[in-house]
Every structure is written in structure tokens, then in C-alpha cells.
Nanobody
């Protein structure tokens, strides 16, 4: 069964950092572009960042540009989202999803595989 599993969420103070991980179970992530999406309470799911299969192309939402970094490690079959300078408005459930890079750029609707999400809470 193809499954993505997110980890690394938690409670952090404003200005702090977290690193989210997206691991694959039962298959290799190498064939998938991976996106990170988030959904805050009462809001629609939105794109945060995308990374191509090779890792050579990345894209960030304007709201996280300069603060978040997406990367992938083929040996560990894992994609990461390093989140620095966190703000209260970053509070959300964060999901990773697999698909094509073009699909990722188009938003959550075109992605094929989804994890169950990990909660990030930024609060003092």
C-alpha cells in the first residue's frame, strides 16, 4: 500500500523552527514530485512548497519564501520542510503529497498521494 507519513510537527514559539519530514512506505519517492500543503482551521488547504523529482526545481508560496526550505534525500526516501522564523499564522495541519511538479504548482487538487498530516502550532 502506497503511503506517505508526515512527522515533526508540534508546538513552537514565534520565531522558532521546526523540520517536517515526509517519508514513503512501500515505494520510492524518487518518481514523485512532492508538495507540502497546509490547512488552518476554517480555511482552505493551500500550497506551501513543491520540489521536483530531481530536487532541482523548487517553489514556495510568497507567505513562506525566505523562511521555509524544501529538500529531499533519496537515500532516506524522505522529503523535508525546514521551517524557520515561524509565525502564529503558520499554525495549521501540514500535509505532504506526491504527484507531478506541474500538478503541485497548480494546488492540492491535482496531487495523487496524500499523508494524514502533522499539526504545527505556533504560539507563545
Amino acid at each position: 500500500q502506497l503511503q506517505l507519513v508526515e512527522s515533526g510537527g508540534g508546538l513552537v514559539q514565534p520565531g522558532g523552527s521546526l523540520r517536517l519530514s515526509c517519508a514513503a512506505s512501500g515505494f520510492t519517492l524518487d518518481y514523485y514530485a512532492i508538495g507540502w500543503f497546509r490547512q488552518a482551521p476554517g480555511k482552505e488547504r493551500e500550497g506551501v512548497s513543491c520540489i521536483s523529482t530531481s530536487g532541482g526545481r523548487t517553489k514556495y508560496a510568497d507567505s513562506v519564501k525566505g523562511r521555509f526550505t524544501i529538500s529531499r534525500d533519496s537515500a532516506k526516501n524522505t522529503v523535508y520542510l525546514q521551517m524557520n522564523s515561524l509565525k502564529p499564522e503558520d499554525t495549521a495541519v501540514y500535509y505532504c503529497a506526491g504527484g507531478t511538479y506541474t500538478s503541485c504548482l497548480g494546488g492540492p487538487g491535482g496531487m495523487d498521494l496524500w499523508g494524514k498530516g502533522t499539526l504545527v502550532t505556533v504560539s507563545s
